[in-house]
C-alpha cells in the first residue's frame, strides 16, 4: 500500500463520516462523538502510516506523504461543508454568520490540518527509523 492508497483511503472514510453527517445519522465533527471519534482514529492512523512508509525516503518524504493524506481528507470536508451550509446542516459544527466567514474557518481548518498531518507524519518516521531496523529486512536486524 502506498501512500496515494491512503489518500483514497482517508478521502473515503471523510466522505462516509460526511454523508452520515448530513444525514443527520452522525452529530457534528465538533460535537466529538464515539462514531466522529472513530472516524478520525481511522484518519489519523492513515496518516501515521503513510509517514512510517515514506521513513526510508527521509522525514522530508514522508512530512509530504502526511500532509497529502491529510489534504485528501481536508478536501472532503470542505466540499460537504459547503453542501451542509447550502442545506442548513452543520458538518464541522461551528457556527459561521455568512459566507465569508465559513470560507475563513474553512481555510484556517485545512491549514492547520495539512501542518498537522504532516508533523504526525514525521512522528511515525522518527519512531520507524529509531526503532532501528533496516528498511528493507522485514524487519529483521543485519549485523
Known amino acids: 500500500m502506498d501512500k ?12 462516509v463520516e460526511s454523508v452520515l453527517i448530513l444525514f443527520s445519522i452522525l452529530p457534528p465533527i465538533s460535537s466529538y462523538s464515539p462514531m466522529t471519534i472513530a472516524f478520525m482514529l ?19 518524504s514522508a512530512a ?14 470542505i466540499f460537504a461543508s459547503a453542501i451542509g451550509r447550502s442545506a442548513g446542516v452543520p458538518v464541522l459544527g461551528i457556527p459561521a454568520p455568512d459566507i465569508g466567514s465559513l470560507f475563513l474557518i474553512l481555510a ?5 490540518n495539512i501542518l ?4 504526525l ?3 511515525a518516521a522518527v ?12 524487519g529483521k536486524r543485519a549485523r
Open 4 to 15: 496515494m492508497h491512503l489518500a483514497a483511503f482517508a478521502a473515503a472514510m471523510a466522505a
Open 42 to 60: 481511522a484518519r489519523l492512523l492513515a496518516i501515521s502510516y503513510a509517514g512510517w512508509l515514506c521513513a526510508k525516503d527521509g522525514l522530508k
Open 64 to 77: 509530504y506523504a502526511g500532509a497529502i493524506v491529510s489534504a485528501s481528507s481536508t478536501a472532503v470536508f
Open 108 to 112: 484556517i481548518n485545512a491549514a492547520m
Open 116 to 119: 498537522l498531518g504532516a508533523f
Open 121 to 123: 507524519a514525521v512522528i
Open 127 to 138: 519512531v520507524r527509523l529509531k526503532m532501528g531496523a533496516p528498511m528493507g529486512s522485514k
